[in-house]
């Protein structure tokens, strides 16, 4: 009677506990249509801000909860999420084991049996031993793998982060240029008029109407070019954001206070560079990359030498049992393993050459955010004085004018002069808080003056992108 192998229930056991195939086949439809739906004013999103910061007041948002909202919402750092996911899962993978293996099989002699049983029947096991410390540097890579995927993680954050509050302070300074420039074009139509009054007179020539006339053209198109500006500046945060442009359409812009570039008088600059190079993810992430180049070197050295693969096995032959013992050395010419040492050893090489140039890119950032810093603050003060002295001379113009000294046209003038001031200012303080954030990006911290109370970009940040494959049935 015929009986079945003994490793065949195994087998069969081994076989139904695969995991199948479930296929999910991407809808180009959902994401764009989720996109389009999102509004500021989503209950889950609000929750979210709230969660790390002031509740907006309706429309009034500052740019630290703008930063969250795209931290909610931007697939770029979904995408970036599901990488480090996937090279923590690598790990795993990394530090198996060869797989035993069983070999079998079946003769039947023809002839000379002499009345034996003429089948031979073999069936081996088939074990791989890995020698040299592979499976440890193997592991090793996968572990530096995924501090580089989790590295690109933070710095894809921080990136976000960034980019909103540059979006965000542009639309705002913006929209002050634009009101300024706006209230410019009225004056000199005022100007213009009151001009236009005195040349009925005779107190004025042709050529100095015409003057201002000329300049009134110009402040019209410089604000229609500013206007300009402003609409791309909108759609420039929106999609920052990740949400459509009528989401950000109405909204009253505010920012948090300018702390980092106050900090200079009492910090020091060799301070400030420490706190670069030690908190910026370009650095961990170039840290990371060398330890993924120190852990391939490891990974060649170990494998000059060669896997040893055992057989053990057992030969019913015609009757005699015998157990058997096979030995093998793949690879054996393989031996030593030069090339791919010393190409490894070359991209060691490389890897610590990124990290010193990057060092160097970052000390330049830092002595140049700390120049802008200084230089704004330069320029804000020279602003002070200019409107200080504006303001002055108009208050001087509009009282000789109420003692009737002058007529009309010397206040409108002076006027004008402390409008064009008190927009020189708004442009002042726009590059001083564009410094601060130059500065908060070259230290390399989440930007705003409570650094702690920032979501962890690998399991904190609720997630509101949009599937883009159906859920497998």
Known sequence: MFRYPSGLPLLLLATLGCVRYAPAPLELGLHPAAYRARRLTEPKLLAWVARWTARPEGLRWNDRQLALVALATRSDLARARVDWRTAQASE?????????GLEAGVERAVSGSEGNSPWVISL??????????????RVQRARAQAAVAEAELRLTAWRVVLDVRAAALALSSGAADLALARREVAALEGVRQLETDRYREASLTAAELAR????????????????????????????????????????????EPVVRCGELARVGADSLATLALSSRPEIGMALAGYAVSEASLRLEVARQYPDLELGPG????????????????PGLLAFRNRGAIKEAEASRTAAAARVAELQDELLG????????????????????SQVTIARQSADAARAAYARGETSRLDPALAELALLRAERARVGAD?????????????????????????PDPRDDIVDMTSPTHRAPR
């Open 92 to 100: 795993r993978t990394a530090g198996e084991r060869p797989r035993p």
């Open 124 to 137: 081996a096991g088939l074990v791989d031993l890995e020698l040299g410390g592979k499976r440890g540097a």
């Open 212 to 255: 201002t006339g000329a300049e009134a053209q110009d402040a019209r198109v410089r604000t229609s070019a500013v206007e300009s500006q402003l609409l791309e500046a909108r759609v420039a945060l929106a999609s920052a954001l990740a949400v459509p442009a009528v989401a950000v359409d109405s909204l009253d812009l505010t920012f």
């Open 314 to 329: 057992f030969v019913w032959d015609q009757g005699v049992h015998r157990w058997t013992l096979a030995l093998a050395l």
């Open 365 to 384: 950032d830092v002595e140049l955010a700390v120049a802008r810093c200084r230089g704004a603050a330069l320029q804000r003060a020279a602003a002070d």
């Open 430 to 454: 726009a590059r001083l808080r564009a410094s601060d954030h130059a500065l908060d990006a070259a230290l390399g911290g989440f930007p705003g003056p409570d650094q702690g109370r920032w």
